[in-house]
């Protein structure tokens, strides 16, 4: 059974915005810290947003004053907005729960900045 699944994603144009939501249970928005990471074609993934359960924020400079990570516990949902897109944020995108040795990650929608 997915642990996180993961909504949005598509097709955008440059400067065009875009929002991706991450579902999951209750245990993991409890206590879990969240994360957005994405992998474009022939790159390593790398991470783009995080947020602890207090609601604690943090950016890959790449994407700082662009994206905006959220979670709201009570509904268990994450969400990233992402304004102003560039072609070079064409990747694939997933959300992330970390604790401990603990992890799980959604499956990963694809996001294709492009005119």
């Known amino acids: 059974q997915a642990q996180l699944v993961e909504s949005g994603g598509g097709l955008v144009q440059p400067g065009g915005s875009l929002r991706l939501s991450c579902a999951g249970s209750r245990t993991i928005f409890r206590t879990y810290e969240m994360h957005w990471y994405r992998q474009a074609p022939g790159k390593q993934r790398e991470l783009v947003a995080g947020?602890?359960?207090?609601?604690?924020?943090n950016y890959a400079d790449s994407v700082k004053g662009r994206f905006t990570i959220e979670r709201d516990n009570a509904k268990t949902l994450m969400t990233v907005e992402m304004k102003n897109l560039k072609s070079e944020y064409t990747a694939v995108y997933y959300c992330?729960?970390?604790?401990?040795?603990?992890?799980?990650w959604g499956q990963g929608p694809q996001v294709t900045v492009s005119s």
């Open positions: 947020i602890l359960s207090g609601g604690v924020t």
């Open positions: 992330h729960a970390a604790r401990d040795d603990d992890d799980y």
